[in-house]
């Protein structure tokens, strides 16, 4: 096998590859390879960085090689960037057919550098791909949220920021986000930009009040509940994670309401922001009942199971001027069936928990009365590991 | 500096001219380098290396060394062999020495004058393949149009072997426990002092290694010969398979990966050979001929017409949520001292499974459920009943959604 001739591959950041670098592997090279020749490769033709969310980011770089007929050797090295060498991969994409690659070697020495022996049957210009995946990347969404005065209306604007610790300088460089959002701009090692990521306006908004006390203790919740997906103007693939900042315009001005969280949120799902605890609802939760009936014991004595009639009175005060709507949430655990309920309707979400919709007058109270019976109990010290 | 490395090499046995008094009985051979080298790597680091050379041997005694200072060579191992002239050739004795110079004489008796062609062969350390796989996805995601398969050989060995017919064995094969190999040793060396004064130990036709046979163990064969030079890796191509048919399949499992199901490639490998294990790349070619990455996945030994399970990961584009809708402690089991010792719980589940994609998808839900259960009754027929989990397949049309639903008795012991 001869070889006709040795390429230099050698990226576009300064951090890559240093002096040294270059006159080791020209040591390294010659002496394996003899008559081999260096030669400095153009520059890239574009590069696009596709993060993964994982602090790893695909890095795909386009440039022209000058081959020659026979066995070519082409040298990627690299000596800061974060690439994962067993990423790094080539391939050719204006005559593949006529451009094989024989052997990629690596020397032990130098893990950050590799050889490709490529055999072409053309002469001249051919346009490769280098791949290869770069750690080293942080990148997150935050929110800025606006609600108008009457609070119907949001409009939501997403910063995205990318930290690049990657050790490799980046150029006009097309950046996707996760959600394949595009950007075309420079980032280099150890620099942080912002970029607008979405901004939409005038999103229908509804306020719901939540009694949770498992989730929120003893207050009542504000949420800001809105809907991506179809027939709203946020009508996105997902909604990426990330802080809300929530403020309030009100006569021009901006107050600052809260800060809160967005889940990631797939398509045609409600989104809902809390925004805080509630100041001018008041709930009070009191047990009014608790007996336990049909009391099974041993022969020692020890309660074996019983069963328990349980009475709750949940009082709901607004001290507002107008109208609200709280949903009041209970966790009922084991087994157990209602006896009374005032008001009648409530909606069982799950086995272990129930939802009232309670519609409050303004400066007005509600009560709600629930009476239930919890069925075959078992003493603490009974309880077994209990599976699910 | 390759020089310094390249210790494994025949000498002429003028150099052991120091160590023995000339006699006039000893010939001292000619050779040349080795005219085949054959390297056969099998997993966990052990390698069996054939060298083939041409000696010159004249009438009488002759003196052949060879060295592997610096080398992970097992000294135990090394073994030569006439190939051509076996009946006229025959090799007396090796000569170790114990001052911890690594070579070996081998003091060789001729009938005739020869050009001899002799095996050199002996285990090391030092050497290591791995197997990986690029597989390219048509944009349907229904055919993998080209599985590309590579290898991975490194060499720590401290030694070069060029030019070698390179085999590659998978499968952990059979050796004894190092402590024994050691042992061994260490009675040899016993012996070989025992029955030579001085220092240096003698073996009568050394063969210390076991040989596994390689009837289960699959072989590959690299085509050509390579240059594996000792501190390099290098890579080459294994096979390329064409055309495979694909299937995607979405799985869901809350406890092992939360409310997204997980994206899976299932093909077969319609190879006569098996799959070796090792990172497989899932590429997709775009209209600008440009390759993109999908994802990575480490696959297992997968025999021929196996199938091969590839994870892509957790994607945001189906999801399930799962609910207990019912739950009941019932059938109070009591002993006759009046003991509470058993129950039975009923739970209903209720699995609500969205699409976000714009096509039908296929979906696993994989359900696990400790303990001793019965299912009692679901919206649509398990695929799959085992001791700990159900298991639903079913597909959901584009941007839909389906629910089912099922309900199990538990069977709750306390004493």
Not at chain 1, 130 to 157: M, T
Not at chain 2, 97 to 119: A, C, T, Y
Request: aromatic content about 10%; proline content about 4%; charged content about 30%.
């Amino acid at each position: 096998m001869r070889k006709t001739s040795a390429k230099f591959l050698k990226p576009l950041g300064k951090s890559f590859l240093s002096v040294i670098g270059t006159a080791i592997f020209f040591i390294l090279i010659s002496q394996t390879f003899g008559e081999a020749k260096l030669i400095i490769l153009p520059s890239r033709e574009s590069v696009s960085v596709k993060l993964k969310g994982n602090g790893q980011a695909l890095v795909q770089e386009k440039r022209y090689l000058e081959l020659t007929l026979g066995i070519n050797e082409v040298n990627f090295s690299w000596e800061k960037a974060r690439i994962n060498p067993d990423s790094v991969k080539i391939c050719f994409l204006q005559e593949p057919e006529k451009v094989s690659i024989l052997r990629e070697i690596s020397s032990l020495n130098q893990p950050s550098s590799l050889i490709w022996e490529i055999d072409s049957v053309k002469e001249g210009k051919e346009l490769s791909q280098l791949s290869y995946l770069l750690s080293g990347w942080i990148s997150y969404d935050q929110y800025r949220a606006k609600v108008n005065e009457r609070e119907d209306k949001i409009s939501l604007e997403a910063y995205f920021t990318i930290c690049n610790e990657s050790g490799e300088d980046f150029k006009k460089v097309d950046l996707f986000s996760e959600d394949k959002t595009h950007w075309q701009t420079d980032i280099k090692n150890r620099e942080e930009k912002r970029l607008p990521h979405f901004k939409v306006e005038s999103i229908p908004l509804r306020k719901i009040y939540i009694f949770d006390k498992e989730k929120w203790g003893d207050k009542v919740a504000l949420l800001y509940q809105f809907f991506n997906g179809k027939g709203s103007p946020l009508n996105r693939d997902f909604i990426p994670s990330g802080k809300v900042r929530i403020y309030q315009e009100k006569g021009g001005e901006l107050s600052f309401l809260g800060e809160g969280e967005i889940k990631k949120t797939p398509s045609n799902q409600e989104l809902r922001l809390y925004v805080g605890k509630v100041q001018d609802i008041q709930i009070k939760k009191e047990m009014l009942e608790f007996k336990k009936i049909n009391i099974r014991r041993n022969e020692r004595g020890i309660i074996q199971v019983y069963d328990t009639e349980e009475g709750y009175e949940i009082t709901l005060k607004n001290l507002k001027e107008k109208q609200i709507k709280v949903e009041v949430r209970e966790h009922i655990p084991d087994s157990w069936e209602m006896l009374i309920s005032q008001p009648e309707e409530y909606i069982k979400e799950d086995a272990h928990l129930i939802k009232y919709e309670i519609e409050v007058p303004p400066k007005g109270e509600r009560k709600i009365y629930y009476q239930i019976t919890r069925k075959n109990l078992l003493p603490r010290q009974i309880i077994k590991p209990l599976i699910y | 500096m390759r020089k310094l490395l390249a210790i494994g090499t025949l000498v002429l046995v003028g150099i052991s001219l120091c160590f023995y008094p000339a006699s006039a009985h000893i010939s001292f051979s000619t050779i040349s380098p080795a005219s085949r080298v054959i390297v056969t790597i099998y997993e966990g680091n052990l390698s069996f290396i054939r060298e083939q050379h041409y000696l010159n041997l004249k009438v009488g005694l002759n003196e052949v060394q060879f060295s592997w200072a610096g080398t992970w060579i097992d000294s135990s191992s090394i073994k030569l062999e006439a190939l051509q002239h076996p009946k006229e050739v025959s090799i007396k004795e090796a000569v170790l020495p114990l001052d911890g110079k690594d070579f070996i004489i081998w003091k060789i008796e001729s009938s005739q004058n020869l050009r001899e062609l002799v095996e050199i062969s002996y285990f090391t350390s030092g050497l290591f393949w791995e197997a990986g796989y690029d597989a390219e996805v048509n944009p349907e995601e229904n055919l993998i149009s080209s599985l590309k398969g590579w290898v991975k050989i490194e060499n720590k060995s401290g030694k070069d072997y060029r030019k070698a017919e390179v085999i590659l064995i998978t499968g952990p094969i059979h050796l004894l426990k190092e402590k024994k190999r050691e042992e061994k040793r260490r009675v040899l060396k016993a012996i070989a002092l025992e029955k030579n004064e001085g220092s240096e130990r003698r073996i009568i036709h050394p063969q210390v290694i076991e040989k596994e046979k390689i009837s289960e163990y699959h072989l590959f064969r690299i085509k050509g010969k390579s240059d594996i030079e000792d501190k390099k890796k290098v890579k080459l191509a294994l096979f390329t398979s064409k055309d495979i048919p694909l299937e995607v399949l979405y799985c869901f499992n809350l406890n092992k990966w939360g409310p997204y199901a997980v994206k899976f490639y299932k093909f077969e490998n319609k190879e006569r050979f098996p799959l070796p294990p090792g990172p497989i790349r899932i590429l997709q070619r775009q209209t600008d001929k440009t390759l993109n990455y999908l994802g990575e996945d480490k696959i297992k030994y997968i025999s021929s017409k196996g199938k091969v399970e590839i994870n892509l990961g957790s994607t945001c584009k189906v999801r399930v949520d799962r609910k207990l809708k019912g739950y009941l402690r019932s059938r109070l089991q009591f002993s006759v001292r009046k003991d509470l010792v058993g129950y039975r719980e009923e739970e209903k589940y209720q699995l609500k499974s969205q699409n976000f994609l714009n096509k039908i998808v296929k979906l696993k839900i994989r359900e696990e459920i400790s303990g001793e259960w019965d299912l009692l009754g679901s919206s649509i027929l398990p695929s799959k009943k085992e001791a700990g989990a159900l298991e639903f397949l079913l597909d959901i049309p584009a941007k839909g959604e389906k629910e089912i639903a099922y309900h199990i008795g538990k069977k709750v012991r306390l004493r």
